[in-house]
């Protein structure tokens, strides 16, 4: 059983793809993560990240491997546990530059279908491109949305920042990465054809889980 989840940021794809693999008894990839590390790799060794050519020429030195248990995917580069400072305003803000170059895209990609195919028992892989490019084929695709709104609240909530300058500024950095991820040219951020949207905008997260589950169990 393959399923891919797809969305854009704040549309709470985190969450409710691990909850729904655990309940599943499926394993768990959030590729996200693995943009990130690699994001985080190139920012330590001073890899020039307005370059594309640079960040392609380095695309293939990190060694990067994913946990896939849906109650504790630690991520590690170069053997070095990266879990928590991937999380952080720096790589955020610079992982869609990264993961928009095509080498870039290629090496994670690769990683990714060999991830799935060794997945004993099923996976559930989240992410932006996982239904139209990663894994076409995929038993079960979602594409989870929400308003713009209701995802940035939700992602200022997370960092702890309630008041309105925070949710402002929160709102302005979720758009211009949703814009560069659904804009760029090599599989940008979209809805595949045979996707089943569900918007989350009036949901709560266990409402979101239970009828992912319902969905994935229909295919089952
Ligand atoms: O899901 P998360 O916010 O952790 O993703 C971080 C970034 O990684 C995205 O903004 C996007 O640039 C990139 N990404 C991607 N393709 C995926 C998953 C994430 O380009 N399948």
Redesign the pocket.
Known sequence: MIVGI?GP?GTG??STSKAVAAKLGLRYL???????AITWWMLHNGIDLTDPAAIAAAAGRPEIVSGTDPAAPAITVDGQDVSAPIRGQEV?SA??AV??VPEV?ARITALQREIARQAQGGIVV?????GTT?LPDADAKIFLTASEEARAARRSGEQGGRDAQSLAATRQALAR?DA??SGRKT?P?AKAGDAIEVDTTELTLEQVIECVVTLIEEKR
Do not use: F, W
């Open positions: 797809d940021s794809k985190s959030d590729t996200g993560a693995q943009y990130r955020t992982v869609s993961s928009a895209r989240e992410g932006r491109d996982i990663v990465r560069a991820d599989s951020l």
